[in-house]
T-cell receptor, first 115, second 112 residues
């Protein structure tokens, strides 16, 4: 496996369910991100982790709970979601030590539908 | 408040011609600007970036221009190819942060 891998690619859940999205990167990066992409909206930054420590929480509701057990893995735990949370959830990673722009490498995304 | 704006949701260009995608921003505290391309069912992939101290960066068929006084940047693709058909996102990174702030994207269609 190379790059950034996200599972599952598609997820349908009811509002009372608990599920998790998983992200794994094989690039040796130290920063990992969750973004949300809704129709006709910009990609919205949700969380940033640097060396497993959360450095950014962009006012995300508590029904989304991130977990970063190590620099290669990132989870997004979902519980009691609302239909408006249906979106494409994108994971990304980047090297912390860099010269130049902070280039994020994205996974293919997890398409979430909340019924 | 949207800090990075792409006001054209779509653009259609004939193969071989130039594609120009535009992006405006409101925050003067961005140090880098990036363009990403996204195909359906794939994540965004990095295309080209420019530092805020430059006004132009070129990489093959892709050139990004930055006009700081107007808070505007553009991506030029020449010549355009059908494989360039995708959604293009403009992004900006504030100084001393790891964040990338994205625009809403412009869907480019290159037709034969």
């Amino acid at each position: 496996e190379t790059g950034v891998t996200q599972t599952p690619r598609h997820l349908v859940m009811g509002m009372t369910n608990k599920k998790s999205l998983k992200c794994e990167q094989h690039l040796g990066h130290n920063a990992m991100y969750w973004y949300k992409q809704s129709a006709k909206k910009p990609l919205e930054l949700m969380f940033v982790y640097n060396f497993k420590e959360q450095t950014e929480n962009n006012s995300v509701p508590s029904r989304f709970s991130p977990e970063c057990p190590n620099s290669s893995h990132l989870f997004l735990h979902l519980h009691t979601l609302q239909p408006e949370d249906s979106a494409l959830y994108l994971c990304a990673s980047s090297p912390l030590e860099r010269t130049g722009a902070n280039v994020l490498t994205f996974g293919a995304g997890s398409r979430l539908t909340v019924l | 408040d949207q800090q990075v704006k792409q006001n054209s949701p779509s653009l259609s260009v004939q193969e071989g011609r130039i594609s120009i995608l535009n992006c405006d921003y409101t925050n003067s505290m961005f140090d880098y600007f990036l363009w990403y391309k996204k195909y359906p069912a794939e994540g965004p992939t990095f295309l080209i970036s420019i530092s805020s101290i430059k006004d132009k960066n070129e990489d093959g068929r892709f050139t990004v221009f930055l006009n700081k006084s107007a808070k505007h940047l553009s991506l030029h693709i020449v010549p355009s190819q059908p494989g360039d058909s995708a959604v293009y996102f403009c992004a900006a990174s504030p100084y001393n942060t790891d964040k990338l702030i994205f625009g809403t994207g412009t869907r480019l269609q290159v037709f034969p």
